[in-house]
């Protein structure tokens, strides 16, 4: 059987390095696959690791074929669209009215990401395992960064195709550890509980070896690691797992060497990846226009009329969105919209690319301060805690809900999943995952379409050309 290379290419990377001077993840990937003699040294094993932290990017090329950095599309515009907070300037493509079907665009989009992410760390894992000139120390780490990103590739598929919600569900992901060859490319799923197993495990392998702050922003380190295993912790959602959560964001915030800023805005609109709360984020090429071109050229995916009136009384609508004067192509067709100016700081009426405006943020510390509150607010345990967080993360946002210091305890766990709406609104998909816990009653006000369904709509269709190649593999209900 043929390996279909759009699914399990693992990018190598070439040695031209687009910034000198500087140790970048910026350089160009090859088409190359991964599976042979490639790593012989630290050099060449941290060449093939850039690789995979370009997977995790979404590395790619725009309409005009200019290399770029592609998360937006997965990471930001999708979820969002999904949770209700954007609509598509287009017309219906079946996200914001959640009828994705196993031939959708978005379907094969995020099959596509997890398992080429999670096929890159294996390619990188299973040649760096026998080179003994790496020192003991550098290799550990950049095992431990591998097991990391294929975590979070996993954790992606399962959140999206799995049903995260029921760990007794024989509906979870394929878990792959070994790099693809045609003798091992049909595999059948493995349950929900196995694949959560998995998951854990690669991230209590990487969190000892990984470094407390690595060499820039745009590579992993323990923080990252332990919000990631508090993210999947909190979706899984099992009573024994939220002090688990509330011990793991306590060490973040207590011993990260993290600080929230003062003002959000000024992370996203000024300081970028300088700021003191960004702890993992996604460097984009130095020539790319692929995020502003989507948001302030076309006006692609506008707020929605939902997120609008939730953001009513709040400081934020004044500038996660605004008004594009008619300078968008879309905004021209159909009349103004609310175009995305979260990462934009210019004049919408006459847009022109700011230097911020391609960042994207993998995990912020504002993520450690909501979930903590989340658990806490969810187990009972430590009410006025949880309430002093939410607070601390409203601040920054320059926002005061009077609501908090009176909620009990389920109001006050609906406002902190409402805050991270909010918080991650087109930033990292856990505006998505935040608004499938609330209350159905709550999520129907900010996402329509959860009206009438069930929660077997909460997950994607297994990608049609997957379920004809793979005999072994079952779809979801």
Not at 120 to 127: D, V
């Amino acid at each position: 059987m043929k390996i279909r290379k759009y699914t399990y290419t693992l990018a190598l990377l070439a040695s031209t390095v687009l910034w000198s001077c500087k140790k970048q993840l910026n350089v160009f990937p090859t088409t190359q696959e991964v599976d042979g003699n490639v790593i012989v040294d630290a050099k060449s094993a941290k060449t093939v690791l850039n690789g995979v932290y370009y997977r995790f990017a979404n590395a790619g090329a725009d309409y005009n074929t200019v290399p770029s950095i592609l998360w937006t599309s997965v990471n930001e515009i999708v979820p969002s669209e999904l949770s209700g907070s954007l609509s598509n300037s287009s017309g219906e493509d079946g996200v914001y009215s959640l009828t994705l079907n196993s031939t959708s665009y978005a379907v094969s989009q995020y099959w596509t990401y997890g398992y080429q992410l999670v096929n890159a760390a294996n390619g990188f894992l299973k040649n760096v395992k026998d080179v003994a000139t790496i020192p003991t120390a550098s290799k550990n780490q950049m095992i431990a960064e591998a097991k990391f990103l294929r975590a979070f590739g996993n954790a992606q598929l399962l959140l999206y195709f799995g049903q995260y919600y029921d760990t007794n569900s024989k509906y979870g992901i394929i878990l792959r550890d070994e790099f693809v060859t045609s003798d091992n490319i049909n595999l059948p799923r493995s349950t929900v509980s196995e694949s959560y197993a998995s998951i854990l495990s690669d991230l209590d392998a990487a969190i000892p070896d990984l470094p407390k702050t690595n060499t820039t922003a745009y590579y992993a380190n323990q923080s990252a690691a332990k919000l990631l295993e508090a993210r999947v912790l909190i979706n899984r959602g099992a009573a024994a797992d939220l002090p688990k959560v509330i011990s793991l964001t306590t060490d973040v915030i207590t011993n990260g060497g993290f600080q929230l800023e003062n003002s959000l805005q000024d992370l996203f609109l000024t300081k970028g990846f300088n700021s003191t709360e960004v702890i993992l984020g996604i460097q984009p090429y130095p020539t790319e226009t692929y995020k502003f071109q989507q948001n302030q050229y076309y006006g692609q995916y506008p707020a929605s009329e939902t997120f609008v009136e939730l953001l009513k009384s709040d400081p934020r609508n004044t500038w996660l969105y605004k008004d594009d004067q008619g300078g968008t192509v879309y905004g021209g067709y159909y009349g103004n919209i609310n175009e995305i100016t979260k990462y934009y700081s210019g004049d919408t009426g006459n847009p022109k690319q700011t230097p911020l405006s391609e960042n994207s943020y993998a995990f912020r510390l504002s993520e450690a301060y909501l979930l903590r509150a989340e658990a806490n607010a969810t187990a009972g345990t430590d009410i006025s805690g949880a309430k002093a967080d939410l607070k601390l993360i409203e601040k920054a946002s320059g926002y005061t809900n009077p609501a908090v210091d009176a909620a009990d305890a389920a109001t006050l766990r609906t406002l902190i999943l409402k805050e991270q709406v909010k918080n991650f609104f087109v930033e990292n998909g856990l505006d998505w995952f935040a608004i499938r816990r609330l209350p159905l009653a709550e999520a129907q006000i900010l996402q329509p379409a959860f009206s009438g369904k069930s929660d077997t709509h909460y997950i994607f269709p297994i990608p049609q050309t997957e379920i004809n190649l793979n005999n072994k593999l079952i779809p979801n209900p």
